[in-house]
């Protein structure tokens, strides 16, 4: 049986979309994957009302069978760019973060980081969809703790972002057609190349975006999504940085080592290149009893908290007016790894921002960074961009403790910036 060969694309109001679902199911051999073109067109005809619920879900499992390819997910990707309110584009974005996966126990600790980066003068657009994964534990359950604003339109998320840096944005509210899917999802209780797709819309064009995955092969498939969208214009200059999060949220998990690939699209071409995050807690255990029983109050109350080592000394002390009464059920080990979690997501940022401008990462440089502006979190909030451009300081930063533990691991003072020798011209 032969594959149906290019099709012809017109308007999403004047397309057989059947063709689409035809290429895609013509049996074993005469079925074939969709161009990046064609899942651009086919998700726009979903939102628009052209493309069936019962066509969506067909386009979606034929698809999971057999394994999306580069092109379908870029393409979704573009054609969810085009269903996106151009309102939402025109806000002035630093950081895209990505929070699609959840946690099955602990606490979103990348808040505390989004925050502090706030703080330091970026400006920073959180989205998600809570309701994807229900029995996970999400961030949007968690921002109110941290007087994080969730807004549902461009002109508030602008005011928000005015005011304090940093702002909450569900997918549906970003591309309606996205709760549509969730929904398909549901009824069949299956993942599809949405999920994936999701995460890399960047609906504001920020120059610097994190993509986390959980599945092994998912790094190189972003990365080659990311390259595709940088050399067909979907993508605005930037960087992109990939790596395995905590539970695939788009978090460091201090506990291993991480590998980080970066694709960078920022100077007229596509580079690739990767480094690694040491673990900062090698040997670590003893931190996964108890988790859920943590409320996003610690949260608040770690952000509140100025002295760290009074905090740990005094956790277990239940007579203390010291501290609220969420905070009396986190352990030592829960702390170091919550905080662990904290400096490292915070290196991983400062550390794309250097590829950004153009300069080399020194992971030990950028380790003490972030232990010093989390011990300086407390600072007047926003004062100016001075902190931002900090993070390209070459000199080594004097050691702040962010924690009362062993010094920081070797590989940290000797890490580099490794490049592959890889680049395409946009």
Known sequence: MPKIGPLELTSVEDFDFRLLIKALGKG??????????????FIQGFANGKVTKAQMASAMMLMRVRGETV???????????????????????????????GKREQLPWLLLVAKLLASKGWRVMLHGDSQALPHRRHVESCIQALDIAQCRTAEKAQQVLDESGIVYVSAGDLAPV???????????GLRSIIQTASRCMNPSHASLSLRSFFHPGL???????????????????????????????????????????VVNGSGGSVQFSAFELPTLLEG????????????????AQLWRTDNI?????????????YLTQP???????????ALSSVQATLCLVLSLDNVLQGNNIALANKVFQSQQWWAGRLMPIRASNCDKEMSNLSQPLLPTPLLPKSPLPKSFTEAALNTKEKSCTV
Not at 28 to 41: D, H, N, V, W, Y
Not at 178 to 188: A, F, I, P, V
Not at 226 to 250: C, D, H, N, R, S
Request: hydrophobic content about 40%; charged content about 25%.
């Open 28 to 41: 074993e051999k005469g079925s074939r994957s969709l161009t990046f073109a064609e899942a651009s067109l």
């Open 178 to 188: 996205l709760d549509d899917c969730r929904l398909l999802h549901q009824e069949l």
């Open 309 to 321: 080592k009074e905090l740990s000394s005094r956790h277990n002390n239940e007579s203390s007016s």
């Open 284 to 299: 670590f255990s003893g931190a996964k009893v108890g988790q859920a029983e943590l409320s996003a109050e610690v949260l």
């Open 71 to 101: 092109a379908e997910v870029a393409g979704v990707v573009a054609g969810l760019k085009h269903t996106i309110n151009p309102a939402w584009e025109e806000l002035n974005v630093d950081i895209d973060w990505p929070v699609y996966a």
């Open 327 to 337: 905070m009396t059920l986190m352990s030592d080990a829960m702390l170091e790894q």
């Open 219 to 261: 790094d190189e498939l972003h990365q080659k999504v990311a390259e595709t969208l940088f050399t067909e214009g979907v993508y605005q200059p930037g960087v992109i940085g990939i790596f395995k999060g905590l539970q695939g949220e788009t978090e460091i998990n201090p506990r291993v080592t991480t590998d980080v690939r």
